[in-house]
C-alpha cells in the first residue's frame, strides 16, 4: 500500500488537525514503526498550515501484523 511517511515530530504536528473542513488527520504507524498518512489526506488538504504534505513523497505503507 502507498502513502506518506511522516517524521515523528510531523506525525505529532498534524494528529487530529483539520485537513479540509469535518476531517482530520489520522496519522498511523506501520510494521517498521514508521508514521503514514494517505492519499486523501493529502489529496483533499486545504488547510493553509498544512499544504506542505502535498509535497511529502509516495512511500511504501506495510501493514502491522496482528
Not at 483533499?44 to 512511500?59: A, G, H, M, R
Amino acid at each position: 500500500m502507498i502513502g506518506y511517511k511522516l517524521l515523528i515530530e510531523q506525525a505529532e504536528l498534524l494528529n487530529g488537525q483539520q485537513f479540509t473542513t469535518g476531517s482530520f488527520f489520522n496519522p498511523v504507524m506501520d510494521k517498521n514503526g514508521d508514521y503514514f498518512i494517505f492519499e486523501v489526506e493529502v489529496n483533499f488538504c486545504t488547510n493553509n498550515d498544512f499544504l506542505w504534505v502535498k509535497q511529502l513523497i509516495e512511500s511504501e505503507y506495510i501493514k502491522p501484523v496482528e
